[in-house]
């Protein structure tokens, strides 16, 4: 059985392993810190019952409720390899989305990496759409383009918040 609990300090110790992966973006120190502080409800890890770690979502609240922009954001996801395609992902982004709900968010974000479609399928089978594309998001060599993904909450009684825009915007726009 998998036990989601909210992430702690601890764990950033525990995490390593599973940030050398590449296709998990990864931070300072200071940058998790705050993110614990700021929006514990939002930072979770998911052990198993031997307790390894499965993997750990880092996201925050933030936006706009008079522009209709207020939103939760997932700023990772990741789920060490041995422990992928068990749902476990889901499971944290669901706990994720719920938490946004009761904020009353008008929907929850993402960016991806354009060329992981693997990520892109899974986001899409959770309900996710692709918004726009972002053009050079991610530095690198060469920098590459990232889908912004959105899923429309209770509150986007309308779905405004997930009308895929036509042209493609610079990262600089991104709010």
């Known amino acids: 059985m998998t036990t989601i609990r909210q992430f702690t300090c601890d764990d950033l110790f525990r995490i390593t392993r599973m940030n050398l992966d590449p296709l998990t973006e990864t931070y300072g120190l200071p ?25 750990y979502i880092m996201g925050k609240a933030e936006g706009s409720v008079a522009r209709e922009t207020w939103h939760g954001h997932v700023t990772c ?8 395609r068990r749902g476990v992902a889901a499971k944290l982004m669901a706990i994720l989305e ?3 709900d009761c904020k009353g968010c008008y929907f929850v974000d993402l960016f991806v990496r354009v060329s992981n479609r693997v990520a892109v399928v899974m986001y899409e089978s959770f309900g996710y759409v692709v918004y726009r594309r972002v053009l050079d998001y991610y530095n690198g060599d060469p920098d590459e383009d990232a889908f912004d993904m959105r899923k ?13 825009l036509d042209k493609p915007v610079l990262s600089s726009e991104v709010e």
Do not use: C, N
């Open 31 to 55: 940058f998790y810190l705050q993110y614990l502080a700021h929006w514990p409800e939002y930072f979770l890890l998911a052990e198993s019952p031997s307790g390894d770690i499965m993997g």
């Open 152 to 164: 429309a909450m209770s509150r986007d009684v309308e779905l405004k918040s997930v009308v895929p």
């Open 98 to 100: 719920e938490a946004s």
């Open 77 to 84: 996801v990741t789920i060490t390899p041995e422990y992928r």
